[in-house]
């Protein structure tokens, strides 16, 4: 088949979903294509390489890093940010109690902002804080939705739409666009993506959400009346496998597995009658995975059976050279201005894969921003437990979704930094946190006995 037609019957089909999936008494709004177009930007390639319809490059300078954005793409990301600042202004939002419920994101981000005073790169590390906090604002579109787990779940079904098919043409069709070559000369399949890793995050996200759509109708019994969503759900399974063979990335293919024992398991009735009791259960399972590790070093079993070596491809080694490298233990190097400079220098001279990022999401945020930053992360991570417990409570199915993809990006941050800006999983995390705030009102403020106050 010619390329040009492969891609236009992919369009053509991508079009079709989104049309028979078009619904008249939908709560989405419009203002929701915001974040879906950040997502899939941010799950893929920056505008800038969209334009010039090439593949990443991946041979990058030291001063490459230091450099930033292309011009375009920071044209692209300030007009974003502009534009759903507008969007929560014309909404009238309730800012008093919006920051109050998302108390702990806000101190996340404020003592985020006071590391940048401590960075030898106080400019570049003060502009990338400036687009996390725009990141912030595009994610809270969804959650200052009317209906914010509907419009959630819009956007994880759309974005899927567009991604899965255009990756697959990619790599099939337009070579030069799907495949890359890694810095020391390996061919990866990147599909619509930026590299295999980013293919494999797609393909985790995708497959999650599709086998949770098709997990809860059957067990709520409505096969029937959903046939043609589950045969576009099937169909879109088979083709993620597809992409997952390509992508070879272990550690996405470990952490679609990590979530969807989690969506079967919370299926248990056992686990159903005990809502109230998961964030133990889950604590429990945690603890009994540390403790089997530290007794029976099952981690050197389970690498070996998916062809990873025990030092996780070197990955062990950086972190020790990376935190030796750390210029305050208490606040860090700044916020993202560890990789910068001599510090990304020394660690490409050590390391011929050349590094630029710790492949460990709490080293990273310990190499940013230091043992304080780290605390203020997991009580971000313990506030979004937390959330999830009380959305699980009030609806359980979403609640199922939300704690997979929590464990996912959990698990998925063990072996790669992604507590960091324009990052698909820190989106996720963010969108969570927010979402499940916003539920948790939602239900005090409807319950019977609720106060008129807000909470």
Not at 99 to 128: C, H, P
Not at 402 to 413: K, R, V
Request: hydrophobic letters at 50%.
């Amino acid at each position: 088949m010619p390329p040009t037609l492969a891609l236009f019957l992919c369009l053509c089909f991508i079009a079709f979903l989104f049309v028979i999936d078009r619904r008249k008494d939908s709560p989405v709004t419009y203002a929701s294509l915001l974040p879906l177009v950040w997502v899939i930007f941010v799950a893929t390639r920056p505008l800038s390489l969209w334009l010039s319809f090439d593949a990443p490059n991946q041979n990058l300078t030291p001063q490459d890093y230091m450099e930033g954005s292309n011009p375009i793409d920071r044209a692209f990301m300030a007009t974003m940010i502009f534009a759903a600042i507008t969007v929560l202004t014309l909404r009238k939002i309730d800012w008093f109690r919006l920051l109050r419920g998302n108390a702990w994101l806000l101190i996340y981000f404020i003592y985020a902002g006071f590391t940048v005073l401590g960075s030898d790169f106080e400019d570049i590390s003060f502009k990338r804080w400036l687009k996390s906090v725009g990141e912030l604002m595009i994610v809270l579109v969804i959650a200052t939705e009317p209906e914010p787990v509907e419009s959630f779940k819009e956007l994880m079904k759309r974005w899927a739409y567009v991604l899965v098919p255009i990756s697959i043409v990619f790599i099939k069709y337009y070579p030069h666009m799907g495949v890359v070559y890694s810095p020391w000369g390996t061919l990866e399949y990147a599909g619509a993506s930026y590299s295999k890793n980013g293919l494999g995050n797609l393909c985790l996200v995708c497959a999650l959400f599709f086998s949770w759509s098709l997990i809860s109708w059957i067990r709520n019994g409505e096969f029937s009346r959903r046939k043609k969503e589950i045969l576009i759900y099937v169909l879109y399974l088979v083709m993620i496998a597809w992409l997952f063979s390509k992508a070879s990335s272990a550690t996405s293919l470990l952490c679609f597995l990590v979530g969807l024992s989690v969506v079967l398991g919370m299926q248990l009735p056992i686990v159903r009658q005990n809502t109230r009791y998961i964030g133990l259960l889950y604590l429990f399972l945690v603890l009994s995975i540390v403790s089997l590790e530290l007794l029976f070093n099952l981690s050197s079993s389970l690498l070996s059976g998916v062809g990873r070596d025990v030092s996780l491809t070197g990955r062990t080694d950086l972190w020790e050279n990376a935190i030796r490298l750390a210029p305050n233990p208490i606040i860090g190097a700044g916020y993202e201005s560890f990789w910068i400079g001599d510090r990304l220098r020394t660690l490409w001279s050590i390391y011929w894969w050349q590094p630029i990022q710790a492949h460990n999401g709490y080293i990273e945020v310990y190499l940013n921003m230091g043992l304080l930053g780290l605390l203020f992360l997991f009580l971000l991570l313990w506030s979004t437990g937390r959330n999830i417990k009380e959305t699980l409570i009030h609806d359980y199915d979403f609640g199922n979704l939300c704690l997979a993809l929590f464990s996912g990006i959990l698990f998925f941050n063990i072996t790669e930094a992604a507590f960091k800006p324009l990052h698909l999983m820190w989106n996720l995390l963010l969108l969570i946190f927010t979402i499940g705030t916003a539920c948790a009102w939602k239900a005090r403020q409807s319950a019977p006995d609720a106060e008129s106050e807000d909470v």
